[in-house]
């Protein structure tokens, strides 16, 4: 594919925090996902990388993905994935956490099975 074919792909237009490592640079870089789609990512941080790098970057919901660096404009880049994903997982919520209070202090509606005239005291 051409560069003017790439831009044909649909992108997600969003916002995400993400994890990234960095063939032959230690440590775990924290950057900004500024659009997604299935074949790739526009990223954004202060980390140094170069045009062919090798990359894992870990997104939300979808964990680690391999890479390469495909362009570098200032702090912002562009990750080719080696394989495809599906960016609407991205968005999805993290996860539906069980409330860890006990079930006698949640606040709960009252389900009836009729309605009910209460009496005023």
Do not use: C
Not at 57 to 63: D, L
């Amino acid at each position: 594919m051409t560069d003017g074919e790439n831009r044909q792909i649909a992108r997600d237009s969003l916002f995400l925090m993400a994890d990234m490592r960095i063939d032959g640079l230690d440590g775990v870089h924290r950057i900004k996902v500024r659009n997604l789609s299935s074949g790739g990512m526009m990223g954004e941080g202060p980390v140094r990388v170069a045009r062919g790098a090798q990359v894992e970057v870990e997104i939300r919901n979808v964990g680690w993905i391999e890479g390469s660096v495909a362009w570098v404009q200032d702090t912002r880049f562009g990750v080719a994935f080696r394989e495809d994903i599906d960016p609407k997982v991205a968005r999805a919520p993290v996860g539906t956490a069980e409330d860890p209070a006990p079930a006698y202090v949640r606040n709960y509606q009252a389900k009836l099975s009729k309605p009910v005239e209460l009496r005023k005291i």
